[in-house]
């Protein structure tokens, strides 16, 4: 068996490409209320805007339900009550529709803040099951 182990003994210099110019927030101490960079801000924005859809979709039907339990349960919507159909229904597709709200959002964020998550060139490339490219 051959000893493959070794890389050579040839010293080479490399150079980085420069990379993504991006603010140096290592040394800052991170806090959620006030975010260090211009595209932290941006995405708290929009973390929160999703986070209350998300409670107005999860807790909105249960308490409107307590605070008018008449209206939410006489008034019939495709044969189901109102609270029944609000949260059975309503509140998984308003979770899906939040997603897809919060994806959309983060890309244009990333378009805006020139952000890419990948390659074309590494998107062909194949990787064998021990890790390596085949």
Request: charged share 20%.
């Amino acid at each position: 068996m051959t000893d493959n182990s070794s890389q050579g003994n040839e010293e080479t210099n490399f150079e980085t490409d420069g990379g993504v110019q991006t603010a140096n927030y290592l040394d800052k101490e991170i806090n959620i209320f006030k975010p260090a960079t211009p595209f932290m801000r941006d995405h708290m924005k929009v973390i929160i805007g999703s986070f209350i859809a998300w409670i107005l979709f999860v807790f909105g039907p249960v308490t409107a339900t307590a605070i008018a339990p008449e209206i939410m349960t006489e008034t019939m919507v495709m044969g189901f009550q109102l609270h029944y159909f609000l949260t059975a229904v309503m509140a998984p597709l308003g979770a899906l529709l939040l997603s897809a709200a919060y994806a959309w959002q983060r890309d244009r964020l990333d378009d805006q803040y020139g952000i890419e998550h990948g390659d074309e060139a590494d998107a062909g490339a194949a990787v064998a099951a021990d890790g390596g490219e085949e």
